[in-house]
């Protein structure tokens, strides 16, 4: 899988709720455990996620896209529920530098599963995400 899908699957791993209020802040890692993200609320009854750590590789991928400090970077930006359970919001993508749409669905209180599109509905992919704090 691309590191582009990657990063558009990613949206899945900040989110640990099933109603309409917003969580806690919450700490998930992707499936390689080579990005981790806190969620946090942003704006009015939405759902952001920053990088707190990522290792050499991960930095290195975003770096050749344009992003120089992965880490600190907001990845995910304004999800907003749209049924229980189900978010959706839009993903930067910081190894080519760009941002599209993606979905996450909660499965149980300890993971996700983010879901993402190339473009039209092509290339669609999913990744489960795991809480670590």
């Not at 941002?99 to 669905?105: K, N």
């Amino acid at each position: 899988m691309s590191s582009r899908l990657r990063s558009i699957l990613a949206a899945g791993l900040f989110f640990a709720l099933a109603g309409a209020a917003l969580p806690q802040p919450k700490v998930w890692r992707n499936p390689s455990n080579s990005v981790h993200i806190r969620s946090h609320p942003c704006g009015e009854q939405a759902m952001c996620g920053t990088v707190i750590w990522a290792n050499d590789k991960a930095k290195a991928d975003a770096a050749r896209g344009g992003t120089k400090n992965l880490v600190g970077t907001q990845l995910f930006r304004d999800f907003k529920l749209i049924r229980p359970g189900v978010w959706k919001g839009k993903v930067f993508v910081p190894d080519i530098n760009e941002t599209f749409s993606g979905t996450v669905t909660l499965v149980g209180t300890d993971q996700l599963i983010g879901r993402g599109c190339l473009a039209l509905g092509i290339g669609c992919k999913s990744q489960t995400w795991t809480r670590i704090e």
